[in-house]
């Protein structure tokens, strides 16, 4: 009846080919325009696993709680100096807050600005009192440079020590310090070089006092998850913003971009470059493989134009039964070129072996689809099981996936036995002059005379996959997908190298601050733990004792860093004069000492050059000494910190208006291995269900992935053989069909483990397509055999297979180009599972058919 069917759906089609191909292209056009209106795209990869999983609650709760630390973009600037940094991010912030459309807000860590305050309390007294001794001992540096915040004002502190060396009140030894830094710059200025700005605090601090050139801004920026890369607008507004003020490299500045938001736009900004590469390979090596198969270019224009009737009416359903695609079910498209083009050829092939026989185009294609509708249909329907069977799984990216590619394979069934036809019956191919099987008698007695051998040679292999399956390696971090130098990856992992910088720290939260402590302690207990930090964090300890050491630091500096009136910035003239006297003074002062000698010369040929030169040394000596100076004002006015005392922005980034505190727990371990990831994860789960953050989201995203292929596999083998036995009617045929799949995964399981290749979220595809893409080929051989088929590679069937497989396997190997690593393994797996699985479709199989012998009628 499906055979009858069949043949009456082609013939009308065929008669009527310009209705048809009219009609496909009106409706084409509608479920475009539908498809375009409709279906949307949504890259929040947060939506890509099951919001109703226990980790995911876990997250939205903690989430909930702090909000205002969701969905950032993370700046990091670097700048020549700790001074200079510190003036560029203010000045950045400014910019970005003053009425940007794309910027929500942009703040400073709360906790690095308590921390620039309040600093000094959380040294050791020990670290406290070596720092103030170099504070005072810099103290006629600063107390000139707090007069007179330029070159002239340091130049001013070198001439008062000067005046003490010349009575006898000093020694040049004792500003050799600030003579090096001076003369750092002043010797390449004197040969006409660019110098760097020099490092002051080199001079007054070290250890733990020393503060770094880096700092963070956090920005709420306005996000569009319809577009591929959700943050895009604002982040090219800060890299424009920044460029405006001047921080660029040329500069000595180093504006990026990290945080989740930006991870994920460089993860997709990488897969549109990826696909810009493997697009257009992919395209040309199908449509070369395409004619090698079938020798005719009307062939594959026909092949070719169906194959986008069925893409667009893909689209359209897709835009019907799901509305919005994620980063996964995007890949939609792929799949069903993959096996739609399977089936295109499979009947094409038919339809050439028809016409090679009886010379006559429309009996070719009226016993063409008499041949093909059982077996493609067999294949469109057992593929479309495969791919619903991850419906049910907690994976929704494939879930929605599967759905779509499943509606997907239907459609492609629908159209070559529909626009197929049509399309044929239009471009009229040319006569075959040739036989379309493939000339190897040779092998296929081969593999008769050696089908035992093979056979059991393919169930040791299949034991041995087996075997190896549950040691298979898994790489779950979604770092490892990603181009290592895009900007958002290498910036994150520059940040991950500091342990104590929190990038891989979990989350959890206490019900209030009186219940910290039996929390905090079972944490600390954890072997894995390196630190804990909550809102208790920010009070130090010995207060007292520290307090009275900065007391007598700011006692003794107090005035001197808050002059009555600050001088205004010299002339270059003024800087000229100034670089002169003190040159001569240093020559005639200290005649002795070679660092001031030395100095003596590079400034004598700086003030020789003139007031470009002088002011060339202004920029690299003075630069930052204002901010130097304020921040070292401010640090030392400090009282004592409580609880309650702490900045309001800093106690409600702790402490949630209900009560909650949060508590970040840091891992002593590095978390970019996954064993370590996985025991620290574990370890943080025993003491609290309640626990969220990159190291627990990739452990459990990774398991329910792993669980989804699982179920989703063995319930698609499962069902794939039920429906096959249903419809062959036989269980030997099922079994046939069912086993060469198996024996295709599992040394696809061998050969991943001996090129070293891990799954992943991206590669993990490969299953569903294998299953896919596998069952349509067995079928076809199986289908064949049954029919009294036993030269089966000089078969046409083999002949399409094979194209097809090639087809195929061009357009996935294309994907291992693609400078998104996620993307290449997923086209190298991709690959090397369509070539096992091709190879045990045409060598094991056939050995069973040989041992098995011919089938009942």
């Known amino acids: 009846?499906?055979?009858?069917?069949?043949?009456?759906?082609?013939?009308?089609?065929?008669?009527?080919a310009v209705t048809v191909v009219i009609a496909a292209v009106a409706a084409s056009i509608l479920m475009g325009a539908y498809a375009a209106n409709h279906l949307a795209l949504d890259t929040d990869e947060s939506k890509l696993i099951s919001a109703d999983l226990p980790f995911r609650q876990a997250e939205r709760t903690i989430d909930g709680a702090f909000p205002q630390g969701v969905d950032r973009l993370v700046v990091v600037l670097d700048g020549p100096t700790p001074e200079l940094a510190e003036e560029a991010i203010e000045r950045l912030k400014a910019a970005l807050t003053g009425g940007?459309?794309?910027?929500?807000?942009?703040d400073r860590p709360s906790e690095e600005m308590f921390f620039r305050r309040n600093g000094l309390l959380f040294l050791s007294p020990d670290e406290l009192t070596e720092l103030s001794d170099k504070l005072i001992q810099a103290q006629p540096m600063l107390g000139a440079v707090a007069r007179d915040p330029s070159l002239r004002g340091l130049l001013s502190s070198v001439e008062l020590i000067l005046q003490g060396v010349a009575h006898g009140q000093a020694k040049p030894q004792d500003i050799e310090p600030l003579i090096a830094q001076l003369d750092a710059a002043a010797a390449l200025i004197a040969e006409g070089k660019t110098a760097p700005p020099a490092d002051w605090q080199s001079m007054m601090a070290g250890g733990p006092a020393r503060d770094t050139p880096r700092r963070f801004l956090m920005v709420q920026a306005k996000l569009d998850y319809g577009e591929l890369e959700a943050g895009a607008g604002a982040g090219n507004l800060i890299r424009e913003t920044a460029r405006q003020l001047g921080f660029t490299p040329a500069q000595g500045y180093q504006v990026r971009l990290t945080g989740p938001v930006a991870l994920a736009d460089a993860n997709f900004a990488t897969v549109a470059e990826g696909v810009e590469i493997s697009a257009p390979l992919s395209?040309?090596?199908?449509?070369?493989?395409?004619?090698?198969g079938v020798r005719s270019a009307r062939v594959v224009a026909a092949i070719m134009l169906s194959l986008t009737v069925g893409l667009v009416a893909t689209a359209a359903f897709a835009a019907a039964t799901v509305g919005s695609l994620n980063p996964i079910s995007v890949a939609f498209a792929v799949l069903f070129v993959g096996?739609?083009?399977?089936?295109?050829?499979?009947?094409?092939?038919?339809?050439?072996?028809?016409?090679?026989?009886?010379?006559?185009?429309?009996?070719?294609?009226?016993?063409?689809?008499?041949?093909?509708?059982?077996?493609?249909?067999?294949?469109?329907?057992?593929?479309?099981?495969?791919?619903?069977?991850?419906?049910?799984?907690?994976?929704?990216?494939?879930?929605?996936?599967?759905?779509i590619a499943g509606g997907g394979m239907l459609i492609a069934l629908v159209v070559d036995f529909t626009v197929l036809p049509a399309l044929l019956a239009l471009l009229k191919?040319?006569?075959?002059?040739?036989?379309?099987?493939?000339?190897?008698?040779?092998i296929d007695g081969w593999l008769q005379r050696h089908a035992k051998p093979i056979v059991w040679g393919a169930g040791l292999l299949t034991a041995i996959g087996a075997a190896l399956l549950p040691v298979l390696p898994l790489d779950f971090d979604p770092l490892h997908l990603q181009d290592p130098k895009a900007e958002a990856v290498s910036t994150f992992l520059d940040l991950a190298k500091d342990p104590e910088a929190g990038v891989y720290s979990i989350e959890t939260l206490a019900p209030s601050v009186d219940k910290l402590g039996e929390l905090v302690a079972k944490f600390e207990a954890l072997p894995l733990v390196r630190r804990v930090m909550t809102i208790e964090t920010f009070v130090p300890d010995q207060q007292d004792d520290k307090l009275l050491i900065i007391n007598d630091v700011a006692s003794v500096l107090g005035p001197t860093l808050s002059p009555a009136k600050i001088l205004p910035p010299p002339s270059p003239e003024d800087l000229v004069a100034a670089i002169a006297r003190v040159a001569e003074q240093l020559a005639v002062v200290a005649p002795d000492h070679k660092p001031s000698q030395l100095l003596s010369g590079h400034l004598r040929r700086i003030a020789a050059a003139g007031p470009q030169s002088a002011e060339a040394l202004q920029r690299a000596t003075a630069s930052g000494l204002a901010t130097l100076v304020s921040g070292l004002r401010r640090s030392l006015d400090v009282g004592p910190v409580t609880l309650q005392g702490l900045p309001p922005q800093l106690l409600a980034d702790w402490i949630a208006p209900d009560g909650r505190t949060r508590v970040q727990v840091l891992p002593k371990e590095d978390m970019q291995d996954q064993a370590a990831r996985a025991r620290f994860a574990e370890a943080a789960a025993t003491v609290t269900p309640l626990v969220a953050g990159a190291p627990i989201a990739m452990e459990q995203s990774g398991r329910v992935v792993i669980g989804a292929f699982a179920f989703a596999g063995i319930g698609a083998l499962a069902a794939i053989a039920l429906l096959l036995g249903a419809m062959l009617r036989r269980a030997l045929d099922s079994a046939l069909?069912?086993?060469?799949?198996v024996v295709g995964a599992m040394v696809t399981v061998i050969a991943a483990k001996l090129l070293g290749i891990a799954l992943n979220f991206a590669n993990v595809i490969a299953l569903p397509l294998l299953l896919g893409i596998g069952v349509a080929f067995n079928i076809y051989f199986v289908v064949n055999w049954r029919g009294g088929v036993t030269d089966h590679l000089q078969s046409p069937t083999t002949r399409a297979?094979?194209?097809?497989?090639?087809?195929?396997?061009?357009?996935?190997?294309?994907?291992?180009?693609?400078?998104?690593?996620?993307?290449?393994?997923?086209g190298l797996l991709l690959f090397l599972s369509l070539g096992l699985s091709v190879a045990a479709t045409f060598v094991v199989l056939p050995a069973i058919f040989h041992l098995i012998g011919k089938p009942k009628p």
């Open 283 to 292: 395209l040309i090596a199908v449509l070369i493989l395409l004619f090698w």
């Open 429 to 442: 191919p040319p006569p075959e002059e040739a036989p379309v099987g493939l000339k190897l008698a040779a």
């Open 1 to 16: 009846m499906l055979r009858q069917l069949a043949v009456f759906i082609v013939d009308w089609c065929w008669r009527h």
């Open 737 to 741: 069909v069912v086993a060469p799949l």
């Open 339 to 403: 096996i739609a083009v399977d089936f295109g050829i499979q009947f094409v092939t038919a339809y050439r072996a028809e016409r090679f026989a009886s010379g006559d185009p429309a009996v070719a294609v009226l016993a063409a689809a008499g041949a093909m509708a059982s077996p493609l249909s067999l294949a469109a329907i057992a593929t479309a099981v495969g791919f619903l069977s991850f419906l049910p799984t907690a994976y929704t990216g494939v879930s929605q996936l599967g759905l």
């Open 100 to 106: 940007k459309t794309l910027i929500h807000a942009a």
């Open 801 to 826: 297979v094979l194209f097809s497989a090639l087809t195929t396997g061009s357009a996935f190997g294309s994907l291992a180009v693609s400078p998104h690593l996620g993307t290449a393994s997923m």
